[in-house]
């Protein structure tokens, strides 16, 4: 069994930073792409960032220059930097990995359970 436990997030006002985790956890065999979406209230859930597993980033245009996605192989986790928050970046934040697991043949799409960013004064 697989799953993506997500952290970090919480309440700040604008223009501050948060730093959310995602850690990939159970019978692993390889972790591809990890990415980061988010949804915010009466919205569909939109695209943040995302991470090859050779470390290529790309971001979403609303996040760029902001936001870093960063991973440490060694750990299975997934990390995004928010800095210069804005109200309009509030949303339930939410990890996504490609996840080939042991004694299986092909990969799945796995996401976390989701956690809340905030950003208000």
């Known amino acids: 069994q697989v799953q993506l436990v997500e952290s970090g997030g919480g309440l700040v006002q604008p223009g501050g930073s948060l730093r959310l985790s995602c850690a990939a956890s159970?019978?692993?065999?390889?972790?591809?792409?990890m990415g980061w979406y988010r949804q915010a209230p009466g919205k569909q859930r939109e695209w943040v960032a995302l991470i090859t597993s050779g470390g290529t980033t790309n971001y979403a245009d609303s996040v760029k220059g902001r936001f870093t996605i960063s991973r440490d192989n060694a750990k299975n986790t997934v990390y995004l930097q928010m800095n210069s928050l804005k109200p309009e970046d509030t949303a339930v934040y939410y990890c996504n990995a490609n996840i080939m697991p042991r004694y299986s043949g092909s990969s799945n799409s796995y996401w976390g359970q989701g956690t809340q960013v905030t950003v208000s004064s």
């Open positions: 159970g019978s692993i065999f390889s972790i591809y792409a």
